[in-house]
């Protein structure tokens, strides 16, 4: 009885170790875990509806024909968002003609203080091309939801605020599905070859 329980213990952990190194095996080649049907990926993105610094509707079926980029921040935002914006000006700067084929969109995480008329101020200082769109909290709400965007309101000793949020730049193809956040920090000209590829 005991040898037989034994060799099951055995059994059940060359299984397991089997498992293990499978799905190692899995990670190492790929680089990521495999994912379950309807993965993680297909769940980035979706519907929204707000307005753009001109007052125009829009909504994610009106960027779909072309891949377009995605970044969530704030105008109030010191650092990290015109930073983003700049590098995504000298992208479609370098896109040439080619920016025609191409979409990018600032979503505030700020309604509040993000107007369409403070977004349209702010943009002026960055390339034609960039997008930028607000709403009400519950359509900015939604849009932060489909794009998985972490943001939060952080009261400063003022009396003001600042936001938190999170700062990936979004690559979606040309029927609005999430192919993978998009590295705004490389040469300008190797970034639009990436971006060409999704035309």
Request: aromatic share 12%; hydrophobic share 45%; net charge negative.
């Amino acid at each position: 009885m005991k040898v037989n329980a034994s060799r099951v213990m055995l059994l059940l952990a060359a299984f397991l170790g089997g498992l293990f190194l499978f799905f190692g095996a899995i990670i190492f080649v790929t680089g990521r875990a495999p994912s379950p049907v309807g993965s993680a990926v297909a769940a980035v993105g979706g519907p929204f509806h707000l307005e753009d610094q001109n007052g125009k509707s829009v909504s994610d079926q009106d960027l779909k024909g072309r891949p377009f980029l995605v970044f969530f921040g704030f105008t109030h935002c010191p650092d990290i968002c015109p930073t983003t914006l700049f590098e995504m000006s000298q992208l479609m700067h370098a896109l040439g003609p080619d920016a025609e084929r191409a979409a990018a969109v600032f979503i505030t995480v700020d309604p509040e203080r993000d107007t369409p008329a403070v977004i349209k101020d702010y943009l002026s200082n960055f390339d034609p091309h960039l997008r930028g769109l607000t709403g009400d909290q519950a359509s900015v709400n939604a849009a932060l939801k489909a794009y998985r965007v972490y943001a939060k309101k952080v009261p400063l000793d003022n009396g003001d605020y600042t936001m938190d949020h999170t700062a990936l730049v979004y690559l979606m193809d040309k029927d609005g599905r999430f192919v993978a956040p998009f590295n705004v920090n490389r040469k300008p000209e190797a970034e639009a070859a990436d971006l060409r590829r999704y035309f």
